[in-house]
Nanobody, 121 residues
Framework: QVQLVESGGGLVQPGGSLRLSCAAS????????MGWYRQAPGKERELVAT???????NDTDSVKGRFTISRDNAKNSVYLQMDSLKPEDTAVYYC???????????????WGQGTLVTVSS
């Protein structure tokens, strides 16, 4: 059984910063891509940023220059440094691992439970 556990969410003022962490646990052979998605009330879940095991990054235009995704392959962890936060960043942020290889042949997609980020003055 593989699980993703997020931490670091909370309340922050506009212009402030937060750092989200996500760690995968369980019997894991490798993870192809890890990243973050978010969902605001009344809106669909959207990509924030993803990063592969080799370091290739894909992120959305709305966070470019403000958010930085990073990864520690040895710890099966991914991080999201969020700077210059705006009220429109308020959402539940979900960690995702799209291909968690359980061995050389089998993989699953895993989602975290979500962590709430609220940007408000």
């Amino acid at each position: 059984q593989v699980q993703l556990v997020e931490s670091g969410g909370g309340l922050v003022q506009p212009g402030g910063s937060l750092r989200l962490s996500c760690a995968a646990s369980g019997r894991i052979f490798s993870i192809n891509s890890m990243g973050w998605y978010r969902q605001a009330p009344g809106k669909e879940r959207e990509l924030v940023a993803t990063i592969t095991s080799s370091g290739s990054i894909n992120d959305t235009d709305s966070v470019k220059g403000r958010f930085t995704i990073s990864r520690d392959n040895a710890k099966n962890s991914v991080y999201l440094q969020m700077d210059s936060l705006k009220p429109e960043d308020t959402a539940v942020y979900y960690c995702n691992a799209d291909k968690v290889y359980l061995d050389r042949w089998r993989y699953v997609e895993v989602w975290g439970q979500g962590t709430l980020v609220t940007v408000s003055s």
